[in-house]
């Protein structure tokens, strides 16, 4: 079992950075994959970011390559999200999420078998 407490989130301005952190406890972390995905008002939830256990691959989507960055430190049990340059259509709630396969990196929703119960990042513009 893991389970998954992310936090950072707040109020910034366009251009600003945040950057969010996601506890996990459990035994396994060190050896799976985690996931950030986001999901805004009104829309589906959407893969942000993944790491393989080891920090050795990154995985971004597009809308955020080059601005965001995901990194992690197994001996804290932590994943993170380094936003910068954040924009208005970046405002949404953001999961951290640990994959049912845990050594592979995977991109889609409904391949997490764990789920964050988010924190909430607005951007102002």
């Known amino acids: 079992q893991v389970q998954l407490v992310e936090s950072g989130g707040g109020l910034v301005q366009a251009g600003g950075s945040l950057r969010l952190s996601c506890a996990a406890s459990?035994?396994?972390?060190?050896?799976?994959?985690m996931d950030w995905f986001r999901q805004a008002p009104g829309k589906e939830r959407e893969f942000v970011a993944a790491?393989?256990?080891?920090?050795?691959?990154?995985v971004y989507a597009d809308s955020v390559k080059g601005r965001f960055t995901i990194s992690r430190d197994n001996a804290k049990n932590t994943v993170y999200l380094q936003m910068n340059s954040l924009k208005p259509e970046d405002t949404a709630v953001y999961y951290c999420?640990?994959?049912?396969?845990?050594?592979?990196?995977?991109?889609?929703?409904?391949?997490?078998?764990?789920w964050g119960k988010g924190t909430l990042v607005t951007v102002s513009s």
């Open positions: 790491i393989r256990w080891d920090g050795s691959s990154t």
């Open positions: 999420a640990a994959p049912k396969a845990p050594l592979v990196i995977v991109t889609i929703t409904n391949g997490m078998a764990y």
């Open positions: 459990g035994r396994t972390f060190g050896v799976r994959a």
